[in-house]
């Protein structure tokens, strides 16, 4: 009878430490929501339209010029309208909203190839206009959005170095901003189950998902599946165990092997479900 009693209760650490796990990625969830989009004032000598990418002035912290080739070792962020951020900071000290990190929607170029899902951005030689990052060096986020679906696009001439005239697309994309180094050995953003996440929730909520969140909602999925694989193994070979000793418990070892499969059931199911949360509120 202990041995029925012990099997119904090995499983139950597990699912407190999943419980656990889901209480803090939806409090890490919570946490990043609110650090979602938040843009910060600077100075701009001109008015800079939506969508633009922007560096640092080398002569000022505080102004900031259109992003191109030149200047892209300086990447800040992206041009956002005011109402469009969560949170405005120092929105009385400059007249150009950036956001630095968080979604946005940014301009982009097929000057450097058409842009997809995952690719990572960096500055193009249109000034203002970002393009796909295939070259190691300062990125400023990643996209979360194809250069093909989107309904705001619009054509321009620019020369290359040998002042012939090429026709470029540009578009305004969804993307998750953040500066940072690009190696093309070394790109996690472009991961294709992280991807896959992001393309689902905005298939499913309609709006972007930053890569915290598609990291975090992998993880519970992943916690989940192991978790219900721990619990499978170690009753299994419990029940073996327990119908060697005594033959007699074998009906009520069974019962309890039922109960276990449908805690299992409900510990894949809350997963599916957190992950869901996650990536759609």
């Known amino acids: ?12 650490p597990a699912i407190v430490v999943l419980a656990l796990f889901a209480v803090a990625a939806l409090l890490l969830i919570s946490h990043q929501v609110k650090a979602d989009t938040v843009s910060q004032a600077f100075n701009s000598g001109d008015n800079l339209v939506e969508g633009s990418v922007v560096s640092l002035n080398s002569n000022s912290a505080k102004n900031i010029q259109l992003a191109n080739t030149s200047n892209s070792d300086s990447l800040l962020g992206v041009v956002v309208v005011p109402q469009n951020a969560l ?3 120092n929105s009385n000290v400059g007249n150009t909203q950036v956001v630095t ?20 951005l960096t500055a ?41 005239e ?16 690009y190696s093309p050995q070394n790109n996690f953003d472009a991961n294709s189950v992280v991807n896959g996440i992001k393309s689902f929730a905005f298939s499913a909520s309609g709006k972007p998902i930053s890569t915290v969140r598609a990291v975090v909602a992998l993880l519970v999925l992943l916690v989940a599946v192991v978790v ?6 170690t009753t299994v070979l ?32 809350s997963g599916f479900l957190i992950s869901y949360l996650i990536i759609t509120r």
């Open 238 to 269: 419990s029940s073996i165990r327990s119908i060697g000793r005594n033959p007699l418990s074998k009906h009520a070892i069974l019962q309890s092997l039922v109960q276990v499969i449908a805690a299992i059931v409900v510990i894949m199911a």
């Open 101 to 120: 990190n968080g979604q946005a929607k940014v301009m982009v170029s097929d000057i450097n190839g058409v842009v997809k899902n995952g690719d990572l």
């Open 87 to 89: 949170v405005n900071l």
């Open 124 to 164: 193009s030689p249109i000034s203002g206009i970002a393009m796909k990052a295939t070259l190691q060096g300062r990125t400023v986020g990643t996209s979360i959005e194809d250069f093909d679906k989107s309904a705001q696009k619009r054509t321009e001439t620019v020369k290359d170095k040998a002042g012939k």
């Open 1 to 12: 009878m202990f041995e029925i009693v012990n099997l119904k209760l090995k499983f139950r």
């Open 166 to 181: 090429n026709t470029v697309s540009i578009a305004l994309i969804n993307a998750n901003v953040v500066v940072s180094n």
């Open 228 to 233: 219900s694989i721990i619990i499978l193994y």
